[in-house]
């Protein structure tokens, strides 16, 4: 696809997030996200909005399960609102252990609840802009019957807010093809797993809602190698090394591992990572592992490296507004 959309991250409000997206729109990237790590992802995108006049803006991701869908959904209408039509709600479920460890939060039926998320919100939204005459959302996880005068926002010129998920597991992959707007692909991906079976499950989804696949938008962020010296390149390498092996400990993402044929890889690297031997487990990430899992090329050539490797099987990239000067001219 000659026309790949190129997106990048930017920091939290704390870390100059404002002034690096306002830096994105004037280099021409089309989307920029917050992620929720450190930070709330949602709480620096009015400041985001402020700082810029076209550039998309949206979370990636959002945590699905510690909000509810309701509060999400005022959150999501008051940021298209302010924004003038620009934002995107990504929403992820991230995993059981940070769920209730973290943010003490239930976790059940995460592929169904997520559902009910996704629709429930816009269930709510199709209230507030009078498509739908009352708030009756019923479900087995979340539902929704009160609203009042007093807590309808009303109406906003753009109605449409596009919701994208985080997705791993076949279930949400489908999920996103049969209910929502994009699919923010994981960074521990191939382009040859995206094409062989993160497409087609999407596609699934899509039939079963009766819909074209080409509505859904697949959205990557791959691991990338760039810098202006060898030395940053191997350090960066590196890094992308350490990464591979971190979530390649992880059994959920075994499957990308498999379809490349390093599931026994994996294997090691699960066993290992109970003992904490975290520089073994590096050592077993191979070159070729780096070169599949990540995208590398010099900064002036990192966005046609990009429409090369995912121009046909990804609607858009994430690539690193650091060196955006370089391959956003």
Known sequence: MSDLRIDTHVPGMTDGGAEAAARAEELGFDAVYTSETE????????LVAEHTD?????????????????VLAYQGWALQRYSNGRFVLGLGTQVKGHNERR?????????????????SIRHVWSVWQGDSAELDYQGEHYSFSLMTETFDPGPIDHPHVPIYIAAVNEYNVRL????????????????????????????????????????????????????ETEEERDRKREEVRRRIAFYGSTRTYHDVLEHHDWKSVGEELHELSKEQAWDQMT?????????TFALEADPAELRAEALDVYGDVADRIALPLEHGEAFME
């Open 39 to 46: 930070q709330d992802a949602v709480l620096s995108l009015p």
């Open 54 to 70: 076209s550039v998309s803006l949206g979370t990636r991701v959002t945590l699905a399960f510690t909000r509810s869908p309701m």
């Open 103 to 119: 943010f003490s939060v239930e976790w059940t039926s995460p592929g169904p609840r997520l559902r009910e998320v996704v629709e």
């Open 176 to 227: 996103a093809g049969e209910v929502c707007d994009g699919l923010h692909m994981h960074s521990f991906n191939t382009p040859a797993y995206t094409e062989d079976v993160i497409g087609p499950l999407v596609a699934e989804g899509a039939e079963r809602a009766d819909r074209p696949r080409e509505v859904v938008s697949l959205s990557a962020s791959p691991f990338v190698v760039t810098g």
């Open 283 to 291: 050592d077993l990430v191979s070159d070729e592992m780096v070169a």
